[in-house]
């Protein structure tokens, strides 16, 4: 992996050209070079894939002129922010199939007609607690309880070892809670499921982030981490 400094022409870079894969960690910007994955298929993968082509598909397909019209004119008037923090004005499908994906990691149905607006409430901090004795404890707890009814998702990644920090796109969603919460969350049945006993001196990491239960839009996640004791 070799690391790069971009002059006053060119000061960032992402994605890829060709089989040079351009990224930025804490300590800069890096280029590597791309290894395709391999694609074992799992149910998960497979749910994702499944639910991208219906909702695809859903849009010339399903939901009519005037549906389609109604995305196209939230779009028109949202914001969001790309991989460099720049802000860009998404296409109408690019929010219906947004919104369409959180309601479908919320087990909810997908609205065909647009919303009035995008808004959330945020969880603004998440505080995660850890320890293998006695069965083992493992808890987050959120800064601000979301509205009721709306919801609340946690996900985790794999536990890293104690002198790592980068997770990385390793997060899958964990669980799904209903707001009003009574903090702190206990997850740790799923997380053990998923990833195994909790052992000391693993790493633990999550990300908690709001789907408004109207709207199905999300908020931004919040990260939280802890070293098992």
């Known amino acids: 992996m070799a690391k790069i400094q971009f002059s006053a022409l060119l000061s960032d870079a992402r994605k890829k050209i060709g089989s040079a894969v351009f990224s930025k960690s804490r ?13 074992p298929r799992t149910s998960a993968q497979r749910s994702v894939r499944s639910a991208f082509s219906t909702n695809s598909k859903a849009w010339p397909g399903t939901l009519t002129a005037a549906e389609r019209a109604g995305w196209n004119s939230l779009a028109a ?3 969001r922010k790309d991989r460099f923090g720049n802000s860009f004005k998404p296409t109408g499908l690019q929010l219906y199939q947004l ?4 309601a479908q990691t919320c087990g909810a149905a997908t609205l065909a007609s647009a919303p009035a607006n995008l808004d959330v ?3 603004i901090s998440a505080t995660l607690t850890a320890h293998s004795a006695a069965g083992g404890t493992l808890t987050v707890a959120v800064g601000t309880n979301p509205a009721a009814g709306d919801y609340v998702i946690v996900a985790a990644a794999a536990p890293i070892s104690a002198g790592r920090t980068f997770v ?9 809670f209903t707001g009003p919460v009574s903090p702190p969350m206990n ?12 052992a000391t001196g693993q790493n633990i990491n999550v990300l908690v982030y709001y789907i408004n239960s109207t709207t199905f839009a999300a908020s ?8 098992c004791t």
Do not use: H, M, W
């Open 27 to 39: 300590t800069g910007n890096y280029v590597r070079i791309k290894k395709s994955p391999t694609q």
């Open 77 to 79: 008037s949202s914001t």
């Open 99 to 102: 919104c369409a994906r959180n």
């Open 121 to 123: 409430d945020s969880p």
């Open 168 to 176: 990385g796109k390793l997060y899958r969603v964990l669980e799904v």
């Open 187 to 198: 997850i740790l049945s799923a997380y053990t499921t998923k990833f195994g006993t909790l």
């Open 220 to 227: 931004g996640k919040v990260s939280a981490q802890a070293i």
